[in-house]
């Protein structure tokens, strides 16, 4: 999955959703990197995307595989 400027979304990465605010990459399936506290046995059902844990507790899914314009890459991990 990829960021609307072409680059890819990666483990760890700090990123600003406009509608929610300032979080990091927890697990991105279509890459296969996973956090301790979000397991691969657990989310790859999903079968592709990434999981943003933001600064309030709160999660976000992003199914991809389309670019989500409203994400945005603020510091690689």
Partial sequence: MN???GNDIRLGDIVLDKHVGQGVVVFCID?????????????EY????????????????YEG?????GLNLIERA
Avoid at 31 to 43: F, V
Avoid at 48 to 53: A, D, E, F, L, S
Avoid at 65 to 69: F, G, H, I, R, V
Wanted: hydrophobic share 20%.
């Fill in 65 to 69: 595989p389309e670019p989500y314009d």
């Fill in 31 to 43: 890459s296969g990197q996973y956090t301790e506290d979000y397991p691969q046995e657990e989310w």
């Fill in 46 to 61: 999903l079968g592709k995307g990434v999981m943003v844990r933001f600064h309030d507790g709160g999660e976000v899914y």
């Fill in 3 to 5: 960021y609307s400027d």
